[in-house]
């Protein structure tokens, strides 16, 4: 993603983001529309509702004109019922000074004094009002020839709920629709943001190792860009790793040759070591060292690049775990300590490649004899499910901010500074690593007592990659060269789990 | 009498160190460059071990060590890039006895010919044996099967040797490798089964399904009279 400003909302996930703009989207959109309905509707039905009133007060005005005019002293009541009302109407007259009203509750003073003013003095007039807290409307006509006014009230109160429920329900449909929005907001972001799952995890995948992990290409044109733009740059990274893997393969093997010349041609100077003058002895010892360093670098450059390019194999072999540990550390040279083998696991025998637990062993004596003064316990000691090989020394112990990180390649600590000539080629540890690795096991280094290191290897008792070499057919360079086809009886060994760890 | 031994590898170089270092240690060198010379060399005059790399122009080494058994059983090394390879399954299938790894230690490959050298001289080990359809001469350094002789390199025969006079017992392959081959510890278990395959193709009727030559599985081989 390309960097932005600091935008607290960008903290929020996408999809909550989508989610969030759509139910705003929602809400504005459902707002309007409920207002424009509300305002639109509320003009309406007042305007119904006016035209209403006023005709049935023209209508109520004009009969009690008539009947007004018809003799000189009428029945006020009679009139009023005669006159065509609605409920919630009220009608009142004046008459020579004099009000009637249709109710109790009205009377000239429920009439607003402006508009009684006006319609007194001969105008028509309407007016909206308050009357008790509820809206009302009153309409006042004046009725010259009779020598009075008619006036109609008109409550409005259930106009006013009718208005009240339109927008309770308006207000309703808009949240309505706002939940609805961030719900299809919130659907449309989880549904068009699956892919970059499926992105993720695939690039999740390839980060765990396995490369060649790719995408399925999608019918969605938009999906599909994006699918073949990811695969292309995976097939970027491979053709880059691989060609660095090459690379370093291809120098490897090159380097080979001539140090087979000067590893042969140093025996030969070797065996006349004593011949030499004293001079000439010590550049040969120097350049003895120096090419045996070389040489283990070499090794362990050749081992990696096995690694890197997935052509390293277990020779898996079944072994007592406590002899081959005694031979590793006699081979190592780390012949003063006695090696310790728990009881427990005494005898256990378990599918190894013994060449590569001799590096192991090796590397790690190595390392202890150049960072640490050398071993102080070499323990072979049972763990649920594995058994563990420990190399303790005698420290300084390394540091937990490089516990990690000695077990990369070239990494050297800094208790590495302190040494003039080293003869580790910077790869041992990660080659511990690796070899371990291979076996399905753990390496890892801790605190022993008083500031000694415990560098721990733990072996599982089921290796993970069994089966090889020894069951594997070899496919010959050349083809059709092999006298006979490979059978069953050429399996040899196989791996056993070891009964028990004692 | 110094043992000859026929150096085949294509880089000049390595040729001539190598050549120092096992005329120090009092071997006979003949060098050839390419399979077509060693060839023809041993042709013209055989040597007591071979040491052949595995990459060369012209006919590999594979094939030529193919070629070479053919004609004859004398012990053969070959030089390997790589330990872990096809390369060293395929050579051992080849007819090799031994390999070694470049870049190699002198001292390393004198030490693996002076094993091989040592296994084609001495022939002690039980009197004639025999079994099934199978009789072994270790005086005579031969192996007949219905009576007619089957063609055994010298590391077949002393493996042949080794598991007819432990007739009946398991063998691990740790024990084969030290008493054939003269490893330690770390020897390769791999030199142990294809030499057993090998074996077999030539005592079994039905190498797939071998009577004599067994697999104990998880443990080694033993013969089964």
Excluded at chain 1, 211 to 240: C, H, V
Excluded at chain 1, 356 to 371: F, G, H, K, S
Excluded at chain 2, 78 to 107: N, S
Aim: aromatic share 6%; hydrophobic share 40%; charged share 25%.
């Amino acid at each position: 993603m390309l960097q932005h400003g600091w935008r607290p909302w960008r903290r929020l996930g996408l999809r909550s983001r989508v989610t969030v703009a759509f139910a705003l989207g929602a809400l504005a959109l459902s707002a309007t529309m409920a207002t424009l309905t509300y305002f639109t509707a509320r003009q309406f039905i007042l305007h119904e509702r006016e035209t209403a009133i006023l005709r049935q007060a023209y209508v109520n005005a004009s009969l009690a004109r008539s009947s007004l005019l018809r003799s000189h002293s009428p029945d006020i009541t009679q009139l009023f019922s005669s006159l065509d009302t609605v409920p919630g109407s009220m009608s009142v007259l004046e008459r020579h000074g004099t009000w009637y009203a249709t109710s109790f509750s009205v009377g000239e003073n429920s009439i607003p004094a402006s508009l009684r003013r006006l319609v007194l003095h001969g105008t028509p007039a309407t007016q909206h009002f308050a009357l008790d807290g509820s809206a009302q409307m009153v309409v006042g006509v004046p009725l010259p020839a009779a020598d009075a006014a008619y006036f109609e009230v008109f409550s409005l109160a259930e106009l006013a709920r009718t208005l009240q429920i339109l927008a309770l329900a308006l207000t309703g449909a808009a949240l309505v629709t706002t939940a609805a929005g961030a719900v299809t907001g919130r659907w449309a972001s989880s549904r068009a943001l699956r892919p970059l799952g499926e992105v993720s995890k695939a690039a999740e995948t390839i980060a765990g190792g396995k490369l060649e992990t790719r995408l399925l290409t999608a019918d969605d044109p938009d999906l599909s860009a994006l699918a073949a733009s990811f695969n292309r740059m995976s097939d970027a990274l491979l053709e880059r790793i691989s060609r660095e893997v090459r690379f370093t393969s291809d120098v490897s093997h090159e380097l080979r040759s001539p140090l087979t010349t000067l590893a042969t041609s140093l025996g030969v100077l070797e065996a006349h070591h004593d011949e030499l003058p004293p001079r000439s002895r010590r550049a040969l010892d120097l350049l003895t060292a120096e090419i045996r360093k070389f040489q283990r670098t070499l090794d362990d450059l050749l081992e990696i690049s096995r690694m890197d390019t997935g052509s390293a194999e277990l020779l898996l072999d079944d072994v007592d775990v406590g002899e081959l540990a005694r031979h590793a550390a006699d081979a190592a040279g780390a012949t003063r300590i006695p090696v310790d083998v728990d009881p427990a696991v005494a005898g256990l025998r378990l599918s190894l490649d013994k060449r590569r637990i001799e590096r192991v062993v090796a590397n790690l004596v190595t390392n202890a004899a150049q960072y640490a003064g050398g071993v102080t316990r070499f323990a072979v000691e049972p763990a649920p499910g594995a058994v563990r090989l420990v190399v303790a020394d005698c420290g300084p112990g390394v540091p937990v901010a490089e516990r990690e990180r000695i077990f990369e390649r070239f990494y050297r600590g800094q208790a590495a500074g302190d040494r003039g000539a080293t003869d580790g080629s910077g790869l041992g540890l990660s080659l511990v690593a690796e070899h371990v690795r291979l076996h399905g096991g753990r390496v890892w280094v801790e605190d022993g007592h008083g500031g000694e290191n415990r560098f721990v290897v733990e072996l599982p008792y089921e290796t993970r990659e069994t089966h090889e070499t020894h069951e594997t057919p070899s496919p010959a360079r050349t083809n059709g060269s092999r006298d006979r086809p490979f059978t069953a009886t050429d399996v040899s060994f196989e791996t056993e789990t070891p009964q028990g760890a004692g | 009498m110094s043992s000859r031994i026929l150096l085949v590898e294509d880089d000049e170089r390595i040729r001539a160190s190598t050549r120092l270092a096992l005329e120090d240690e009092g071997y006979e060198v003949e060098e050839a460059g390419s399979g077509e010379v060693a060839l023809n060399r041993f042709s013209e005059q055989a040597a007591d071990v071979v040491l052949l790399d595995l990459m060369l122009p012209g006919i590999d080494g594979f094939e030529c060590c193919r070629l070479l058994r053919r004609t004859s059983a004398v012990p053969v090394i070959m030089v390997t890039a790589r330990t872990d390879t096809h390369d060293v399954i395929a050579g051992l299938e080849a007819g090799a006895d031994d390999y070694v790894t470049k870049p190699f230690v002198a001292k390393e490959l004198t030490a693996r010919i002076k094993a091989l050298l040592r296994r084609a001289r001495s022939t002690g080990g039980p009197s004639a044996l025999s079994f099934g359809d199978i009789e072994v001469r270790p005086d005579e350094g031969t192996v007949l099967r219905k009576g007619n002789e089957v063609h055994c390199t010298r590391t077949e025969f002393r493996l042949l040797c080794e598991l007819a006079a432990n007739a009946g017992k398991v063998l691990s392959r740790e024990q084969l490798l030290d008493r054939v081959w003269g490893y330690d510890y770390f020897g390769d278990g791999r030199l142990v089964d294809v030499h057993v395959r090998r074996l077999r193709t030539k005592i079994e009727a039905d190498p797939g399904n071998p009577r004599h030559v067994m697999t104990v599985r998880g443990m080694g081989y033993k013969l089964a009279i």
